[in-house]
């Protein structure tokens, strides 16, 4: 069994120089898929469940599908990681289930649309840090409201994210108010608000630094160098998926991504974990409509499961390779969370000790 906390992967991560990828997990295929890119490149992994994916799967079938993997692949240190947590509640159900990270995603109230007050955040993080950390289990923050600079919507299109128009200063974290929160709140990762998004409609054009604010994670890297950073919508929304997708009958208007050079650009200025769900869907997806196109007689679902679980598969190896996590997992021998919990008790696991050689 390899499960492995946040923190202890993202040290590692740091201390090597490469980013992690976040993928969303939902059912038996998608952990099946990730899991097998994950062995081919002998890369640890993070899988992140969100409030939606529970209540789909359901805890135990979620907790079991985990426990599966890590039996299947005893060398492949794994995450279990609960994605945009939106309360205590979601956080600690998360742990009592397994989970070995929360995010507690204070930059939003508990309904998970409306933006919330510094202090709220601060207080609301710092609680579920101060629980989680007695446990071992790690935690991410997040400062700054996801949304597109372009058009000041928070995204709205998985029927979660900010509602109503956002200004430039919800929209990008403050780097000084960062380093403050870090500290404020002890959390082990953090995640920024620099312009990307959920969902699939991030740019309406490739973009630039007006639209996807790069400087944001240079300027808190600069002022707090051993602090993990997460980047949230990290999608890149492949050309290639999209012209497949819309091939088969799909109807996807242009749109781009987050190009995967600027993630790598990213993960040289403190980015460790990045999170990817979009992409995965739209690999799936593009899969099933190519079957539905090609054998309308087809009915057996696992002749649609089976080449999206293959395309699901690439991807992910794709971002293995691209991110520098490939060949990593077999040096990497998780500590239990006892372990975790003393190492925060002894003060060793102040989130500014974290090594960063890369930065
Ligand atoms: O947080 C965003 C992820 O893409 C999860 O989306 O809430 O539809 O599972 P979801
Ligand atoms: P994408 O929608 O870009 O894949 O982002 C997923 C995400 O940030 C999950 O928290
Ligand atoms: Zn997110």
């Not at 969303?24 to 994916?53: F, H, K, T, Y």
């Not at 240190?77 to 995603?105: K, R, W, Y």
């Not at 002890?186 to 490739?206: E, P």
Request: glycine share 10%; charged share 20%.
């Amino acid at each position: 069994m390899a499960r492995i906390t946040l923190r202890e992967l993202l040290d590692h991560a740091a201390e090597h120089g490469y980013g992690v990828p976040a993928f969303n997990i939902n059912n038996m295929e998608q952990v099946l898929a990730i899991l097998a890119a994950a062995e081919a490149c002998d890369a640890p992994v993070i899988l992140q469940a969100s409030r939606g994916a529970r209540s789909y799967a359901g805890d135990i079938m979620l907790a079991k599908m985990v426990e599966a993997a890590e039996a299947m692949h005893p060398a492949i240190p794994i995450c279990l990681h609960q994605d945009h947590g939106n309360d205590e509640g979601t956080c600690f159900s998360a742990i009592q289930h397994g989970f070995t990270s929360v995010m507690m995603d204070g930059s939003l109230e508990a309904d998970a649309k409306t933006p919330a007050a510094y202090d709220y955040n601060v207080a609301i993080t710092r609680r579920v840090t101060e629980m989680a950390h007695k446990v071992g289990v790690s935690v991410e923050g997040e400062l700054g409201v996801l949304g597109s600079l372009e058009s000041g919507q928070g995204e709205a299109e998985d029927g979660h994210g900010a509602e109503g128009t956002l200004s430039h200063e919800q929209l990008l974290t403050d780097p000084e108010q960062a380093v403050a929160f870090v500290r404020a709140t002890g959390v082990d990762a953090l995640a920024v608000a620099m312009g990307t998004s959920h969902g699939a409609y991030k740019f309406s054009r490739k973009p630039d630094g007006d639209i996807l604010a790069m400087h944001v994670i240079r300027a808190i890297n600069a002022r707090m160098p051993g602090l993990h950073l997460v980047m949230h919508g990290s999608s890149s929304v492949p050309e290639a998926l999209q012209e497949m997708f819309n091939r088969y009958g799909g109807q996807m208007p242009k749109t781009w991504g987050v190009p995967v050079e600027e993630i790598q650009a990213g993960i040289r200025h403190g980015v460790r974990k990045v999170n990817i769900d979009t992409d995965c869907r739209l690999a799936m997806a593009a899969a099933f409509r190519k079957v539905a196109a090609e054998a309308p007689g087809e009915f057996d679902p696992r002749k649609f499961l089976s080449p999206a679980m293959k395309a699901l598969e690439g991807l992910c190896r794709e971002r293995f390779e691209a991110f520098g996590t490939a060949g990593h997992a077999a040096s990497i021998k998780p500590s239990s969370l006892a372990d975790m919990a003393k190492r925060y008790r002894s003060g060793a696991l102040d989130p500014a000790l974290a090594v960063d050689r890369a930065a």
